[in-house]
């Protein structure tokens, strides 16, 4: 789960609710029916009788004896037998075969800033047409949009919305990109794959926002596709992971130095949760650990925490805890590091590492003036600034 | 049985018409508090081997072909003998007059999520209500329900809302509460039929394996009350199952449980697979469903050696969330056979 939500963004989310996104979309695929495209009719409340229209066999799983399959797309290999769903909530096997039943089966839809997944260096100061289904792969005892993460798509409202309604909603929305973020894409990865497609034919870009807790094979296949990654890393310990995420730490940091071989821009949350994971020894090892696998010029933003879901017995993050973690991250050797849920905070403006200009400043999830050159170069001193900042 | 009753026996749910007439209920308090556990807690085993007609199939455990008679009776030898009673009619009204006190609705959460073949009968929940309504709770007042409307109507159960008759239907018809329940390891969204129309809940599971849990009975049942079951399945869903039922929505209102082992399954589960499935013509009665689980268990693995397969200890998936409910931690009841005391009828 990100931690893409904080209350005085509501005015952001609400300039494009699921009213109009549906008649956005469905303008779209009117507007795309000419070329053969048809969209399909919404139901009264939006979803079918039987959910038929969401549902598609899964493209990660492996068929067992007895009807039963093994789910090949996250660490977890829930092995699942007939009627029963993985742990996601959102894949069924039904008489052998899985499903996902989430494709095109949106339940989030908004245009937020770029900066609010937040990717702070890529195209900084874009919308990002961003979407969700239901479902999550993990349970974060904080997460902040549990009501859909951690829910089964028949108990929220959705709206069909195929991929290239998808992309066509970007563009009307002068999008360069489209967003899979709010919940967790992972769960939803055909659909990210199938929009990421028509988006790219369309000239729209895909960034994703997700938990990394996938399997190598099914993260090359889907998010080989994306423009961009961010990875919420939610801490560097396996403990934190068993009790508090209900996952692991290691294929997440095998996701992340998949993703840096296959050369995608990512950039890392690290969600500072007091007494549990703000421990210096902690922070500077996964420092270390992403100058080491990763390099240095990978950005990272320690968010603040706020108490929500199943931790609301702790306070949120003291500014100064997360101004200590950037300080050890720094010492390091990171070029990039950020502090996220501080509006105003100094530390959410990108510096040069060699002159430590100012070179974007940020407000809230503004980015008030872009001082990089187009040649991706400080024009202070010419160092080269890592990120994808024009597109 | 009088006319009137055997016209709403075999009409309720089938045909969604209205029960028998009240017998005078008197509506008083809401549920109470957890109850404590006695030292030992009384598990009811009812068996029948004339349960089934001469026409059932033998191959086809589950299907019908039950003589709901002696169902009746059966259920009425489960239950009145758990409070004392003579396992008469008149001993069993008064048996669930005690289970239902002075509730005012009383809800019936059946398992149907292994379609007709393994399911709880209709036929067993149409005697329930029969009693229920003996025992002074009005027909609109009862519920009968599950997760899904829609799997209820694959297991036989006919929608039925409204009106002057048993209501039954799914959580999806009204939803769930938007506020989180949480103890230990579970934070969930409670169905609103549990929270709004159950001030007492009869918990009627079945009798089966279950791939994940070891076995699945009447603690786990309690996951088609919640939003999110299907994130409490690691670890062979210990300590969810415990965890979930110390909600005290759900530990306040459950007074009896009652498991449906007409047909059992003892391998293969959760799903329907008839190869796994036997007659048993049983029911399990209990107050305390660590105990009802702890029997219900043990059920399965006689009828495991029975069939030649290993015990589900030495298969690694005993079901260990049943000693987990009943530690100094949870003290949901008893899983100690000492602890147990074993009716047999």
């Known amino acids: 789960m990100n931690r893409e939500f904080l209350p005085a963004e509501d005015e952001t989310r609400s300039a494009f609710d699921r009213r109009s996104f549906v008649k956005c979309a469905l303008a779209s695929g009117a507007a795309l029916s000419a070329r053969g495209f048809t969209a399909p009719a919404l139901a009264a409340d939006g979803q079918t009788a039987n959910g038929a229209q969401f549902t ?179 801490a560097f310990s396996e403990s934190y992971y068993a009790k508090v995420v209900t996952g692991q730490l290691k294929p997440v940091l095998e996701s992340l130095v998949t993703l840096r071989k296959m050369g995608k821009w990512t950039e890392i949350v690290y969600l500072v949760v007091p007494t549990l994971n703000d421990d210096d020894a902690e922070l500077r090892g996964l420092a270390a650990w992403i100058k080491a696998n990763l390099g240095p010029d990978v950005p990272l933003h320690f968010t603040q925490f706020h108490p929500e879901y199943l931790l609301k017995n702790l306070p949120i993050t003291p500014v100064p805890t997360l101004e200590r973690a950037r300080q050890i991250a720094m010492a390091e050797g990171l070029h990039y590091v950020y502090i996220g849920n501080v509006p105003g905070h100094p530390a959410q403006n990108t510096y040069c590492p060699q002159c430590g200009k100012m070179l974007v400043e940020r407000v809230g999830f503004t980015a008030r003036q872009v001082l990089i050159r187009k040649n991706s170069t400080c024009p202070f001193c010419g160092h080269r600034i890592a990120g994808i900042w024009r597109a | 049985m009088t006319k009137l009753c055997e016209r709403s026996r075999r009409n309720f749910l089938a045909q969604g018409l209205a029960g028998a007439a009240a017998l005078g209920v008197t509506a008083l308090c809401a549920t109470g508090e957890p109850q404590t556990r006695a030292e030992r807690s009384r598990v009811v085993v009812a068996r029948d081997p004339h349960l089934r ?75 329930a209500c029969e009693r229920l309504q003996q025992a002074g709770v009005a027909a609109p007042n009862i519920t009968v329900w599950d997760r899904d409307s829609e799997e209820m109507e694959r297991a036989g159960f006919r929608i039925a809302t409204g009106g002057g008759r048993v209501q039954c239907y799914g959580t999806d018809h009204v939803g769930y509460e938007e506020d989180l329940a949480a103890w230990g390891s579970v934070g969930s969204r409670l169905s609103r039929i549990l929270t709004r129309s159950s001030d007492v809940l009869i ?54 449980a009652v498991c449906d082992a007409t047909a059992a399954m003892y391998e293969g589960g959760p799903g329907f697979k008839p190869q796994f499935s036997w007659p048993c013509n049983a029911l399990l009665a209990a107050e305390d469903p660590v105990a009802l689980d702890f029997v219900g268990w043990q059920m399965i693995e006689r009828k495991r050696a029975e069939m030649g397969l290993q015990s589900l200890e ?30 047999e009828v």
């Not at chain 1, 289904?133 to 709206?159: H, L, M, Y």
């Not at chain 1, 970007?170 to 967790?184: D, L």
């Not at chain 2, 039950?66 to 003998?81: C, E, G, K, S, Y």
Request: glycine share 8%; proline share 6%; net charge positive.
């Open chain 1, 56 to 234: 598609l066999e899964a493209r990660f799983y492996q068929k067992l004896d007895n009807r039963k399959i093994k789910c090949k797309l996250c660490p977890r290999e829930c092995v699942v037998g007939d009627k029963e769903r993985g742990y996601c909530g959102v894949r069924e096997n039904r008489g052998g075969v899985y499903f996902t039943l989430v494709h095109s089966r949106v339940c989030a839809a908004h245009i937020d800033p770029i900066e609010k997944k937040p990717l702070f260096h890529y195209l900084p100061g874009t919308m990002a047409f961003s979407i969700a289904t239901a479902g999550c792969n993990v349970n974060c005892k904080f997460c902040q949009n549990w009501d859909i993460s951690q829910s089964r798509p028949e108990e929220i409202p959705a709206e069909y919305l195929a991929p290239h309604q998808a992309a066509a909603v970007a563009r009307q929305y002068n999008c360069p990109t489209i967003a899979y973020t709010y919940s967790e894409p992972v769960v939803f990865a055909e659909y990210a794959m199938d929009t990421a497609d028509a988006a790219h034919a369309a000239g729209v870009r895909s960034v994703v926002v997700s938990n990394g807790y996938m399997q190598h094979d099914s993260l090359v296949a889907a998010y080989g596709r994306m423009d961009a990654v961010k990875i919420d890393l939610k």
């Open chain 2, 53 to 127: 007609g001469p026409d059932a199939k033998a191959d086809s455990p589950a299907s019908s072909g039950i003589d709901t008679r002696r169902l009746q009776a059966l259920l009425d030898q489960a239950v009145a003998p758990l409070f004392g009673f003579p396992a008469t009619e008149k001993g069993a009204v008064a048996a669930w007059r005690r289970v239902v006190g002075a509730g005012r609705t009383v809800s019936l959460k059946v398992n149907t999520l292994g379609g007709r073949g393994m399911a709880t009968n209709v036929e067993l929940v149409e005697a």
């Open chain 2, 203 to 256: 918990n009627l599971p079945v009798l089966k394996d279950h791939d994940g849990a070891g076995v699945t009975i009447a603690l786990k049942n309690m996951y088609g009350v919640i939003h999110n079951p299907n994130k409490y399945h690691p670890n062979g869903c210990n300590p969810y199952v415990a965890d979930l039922n110390m909600l005290t929505e759900i530990r306040a209102r459950m007074r009896l």
């Open chain 2, 314 to 343: 030495a298969e690694k998936r005993a079901p260990r969330y049943i000693a987990t409910a009943a530690d100094r931690e949870h003290h949901l009841g008893h899983a100690d056979p000492a602890q147990i005391q074993l009716v």
